[in-house]
């Protein structure tokens, strides 16, 4: 398959609405990773994205929506079932890095949702990510278009990497402000709970909804049964609510090795593997953030791709500090890091 180059012309974004509609499947910058999207009520064409990633068709996908007035049909029993702390949510969020997940309307394939009676629904503020929506004129799944297992892509060169001849086109936008991916809220439960942290806080979410908001218990424990996305087969007992997270994520090609300590300690780590690392021949890259933690959430995951472009064998990382969105970017470090951590 050859897959189309867009840019961000009317002309193009026209295009690429079509080609939805047809069936296709469009990578699209938003503010937080690309998506790679396919019209949400097409079971087929949904199918297809699972087959592109090679992705577990257990994990879930992200329906977008261009217009807050979109939600209420992609939810069992419409606007009964969106509750006043949903709305007060949206409110404030929308459009933004937010997916909030509710019952699912009928409509809504058991393809795009997993399986789940559950539907997470989000609304970008990316200006491109919104014309593309509104070009297709209809919901768009999507998840993030990289091949599972991989970083997530920020930048339409990522995307390319991994998806090219595989889908049939790419919005060539601008790299990823935010970095990671939406903050997943389950408003299905009597407490609302974070599935996956993101750029919006447990803090921020307290903040607006003047009570507390949980944070899924598998976010506080290491999981051991890491499958790996390739073979489809995850760990019966490891059966998080946020099925995405049972597998093996964020992982480039190199080794990568988190780092605790202070500015000290961190160096001392690094020189003794980096030494130990040249008596093998292997090449060590060393990420150090500081405390620029929204940078290193705008930056992981380009870095990791641009040291395995690079053929770096290991990349050591500094951890942040697991606070306010410290901890959200910590899950991907700890991710990709397969939970190695010295
Ligand atoms: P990705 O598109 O790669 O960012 O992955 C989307 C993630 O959103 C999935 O891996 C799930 O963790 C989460 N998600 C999507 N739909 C649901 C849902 N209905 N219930 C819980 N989590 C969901
Ligand atoms: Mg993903």
Same mark, same amino acid.
């Given at each position: 398959? &050859? ?74 029993? *419409?606007?009964?079932? %969106? ?6 949510? %949206? ?45 297709? *004129? ?35 936008? #601008? ?22 942290? *993101? ?11 003047? &009570? ?56 001392? &780590? ?10 093998? *021949?292997?090449?060590?890259?060393? %990420? ?32 942040? #500090? ?21």
């Amino acid at each position: 398959m &050859k897959t189309l180059r867009l840019t961000t012309s009317e002309e193009d974004i026209r295009k690429a609405g079509e080609l939805i509609v047809c069936g296709g499947l469009i990578a699209f910058p938003t503010e937080t990773v690309y998506g790679l999207g396919a019209d949400a009520l097409d079971q087929e064409a949904v199918r297809s994205v699972y087959e592109a990633k090679g992705r577990p068709s257990d994990n879930p996908m992200i329906v977008h929506i261009a217009d807050a007035m979109d939600l209420e049909p992609l939810v069992r029993n *419409g606007r009964a079932s %969106i509750s006043e702390d949903a709305l007060k949510l %949206i409110g404030t969020f929308w459009p933004g890095p937010l997916t909030l997940v509710f019952p699912k309307a009928e409509s809504v394939p058991d393809a795009t949702t997993g399986g789940l009676d559950t539907v997470a629904i989000r609304m970008p503020s990316n200006e491109t990510a919104q014309r593309f929506i509104r070009a297709a *004129g209809r919901p768009i799944a999507a998840p993030s278009a990289n091949l599972s297992g991989k970083p997530s892509p920020t930048t339409a060169a990522d995307v390319l990497e991994d998806m090219d001849g595989r889908i049939d086109g790419v919005i060539m936008g #601008e790299q990823c402000d935010v970095g990671i991916e939406s903050t997943v809220l389950d408003m299905t439960g009597e407490v609302p709970t974070i599935l996956r942290p *993101g750029l919006i806080t447990r803090e921020w979410l307290e903040a607006v909804l003047g &009570k507390e908001v949980a944070l899924d218990k598998h976010l506080l424990e290491e999981p051991d049964h890491l499958a790996d996305p390739g073979d489809g087969v995850a760990d019966e007992e490891f059966a998080p609510k946020s099925p995405g997270m049972k597998y093996v994520h964020y992982s480039p090609d190199a080794k990568v090795t988190l780092l605790e300590g202070n500015d000290y300690e961190f160096r001392v &780590k690094a020189t003794a593997i980096g030494l130990e690392a040249r008596k093998h *021949g292997q090449r060590v890259a060393v %990420i150090d953030y500081g405390d620029d933690v929204r940078g290193a959430a705008h930056r992981l995951f380009a870095d990791l791709r641009e040291f395995d472009r690079q053929g770096y064998d290991i990349i050591l990382i500094r951890t942040l #500090e697991e606070s306010g969105l410290g901890f959200s970017v910590m899950n991907r470090m700890l991710k990709s890091a397969g939970y190695d951590v010295k």
